[in-house]
């Protein structure tokens, strides 16, 4: 087990290394972006389901938060505004996490490929659902075409999928061991 400082340490980092990847992913990215909140590549998306296979459920969890509420300082949107964005994004790595343990009553084995296929699948739907539901019901401004859902989808699959086979690829050559 990592000692508390420690662990502070290593969610601090990876909530920057998630708002910096967030702000790369929109400059490198540009010309596949539909909104700040959408883009057909999201590499973050892929973030969201590292810090909890790194940090376990609630310190990757809050990693992710984190990372999140250090965008607010790069955008105009109002914090009552971006706070239920950036909850609905920090829990669909963990929702994923928790609804490929259920299904399938085993952990994540991260040098599975199809493992990695789930997990993307699970993770891109739960953070798209969710947040069109928020949209929906709270921020409809946001919501401004029926498109937009399998765009959003589709663009966490993509980013989610760019990071899970470069880590397994990791994995496999070095010969990895993550807990789960």
Same mark, same amino acid.
């Given at each position: 087990?990592?000692?508390?400082?420690g662990?502070?340490?290593?969610?601090?980092?990876? @909530?920057?290394?998630?708002?910096?990847?967030?702000?790369i992913? @929109?400059?490198?990215?540009?010309?596949t972006e539909?909104?700040?909140?959408?883009?057909?590549?999201?590499i973050?998306?892929?973030?969201?389901?590292?810090?909890?296979?790194?940090?376990?459920?609630?310190?990757g969890?809050?990693a992710?938060?984190? !990372?999140?509420?250090?965008?607010?300082?790069f955008?105009?949107?109002?914090?009552?505004?971006? !706070?239920?964005?950036?909850?609905?994004s920090?829990?669909? @790595?963990?929702?994923?996490?928790?609804?490929?343990?259920?299904?399938f009553?085993?952990?994540?084995?991260?040098?599975? !490929?199809t493992?990695?296929?789930?997990l993307?699948?699970?993770c891109?739907?739960?953070?798209?659902?969710?947040?069109h539901?928020?949209? $929906?019901?709270?921020?409809?401004?946001?919501?401004?075409e029926?498109s937009?859902?399998?765009?959003?989808?589709?663009?966490?699959?993509a980013?989610?999928?760019? @990071?899970?086979?470069?880590?397994?690829? $990791?994995?496999?050559r070095?010969n990895?061991? $993550?807990?789960?």
């Open positions: 087990m990592i000692p508390i400082p662990v502070v340490v290593a969610v601090v980092l990876a @909530g920057i290394i998630y708002a910096a990847a967030h702000l992913n @929109g400059w490198v990215f540009q010309l539909f909104s700040p909140h959408i883009s057909l590549i999201y973050p998306a892929f973030l969201r389901l590292a810090n909890v296979l790194v940090l376990g459920n609630l310190w969890t809050l992710t938060m984190l !990372g999140g509420f250090l965008l607010v300082f955008y105009d949107t109002p914090l009552l505004e971006y !706070g239920p964005n950036i909850l609905v920090s829990l669909s @790595g963990l929702c994923a996490f928790v609804l490929f343990s259920i299904s009553g085993r952990p994540v084995d991260i040098k599975r !490929g493992d990695w296929i789930i993307t699948i699970i891109a739907l739960a953070n798209t659902l969710l947040h539901l928020l949209w $929906l019901a709270f921020y409809p401004e946001q919501l401004k029926a937009q859902v399998m765009r959003m989808a589709v663009g966490d699959m980013g989610t999928l760019i @990071g899970a086979y470069t880590l397994r690829f $990791l994995a496999i070095f990895w061991r $993550l807990p789960r």
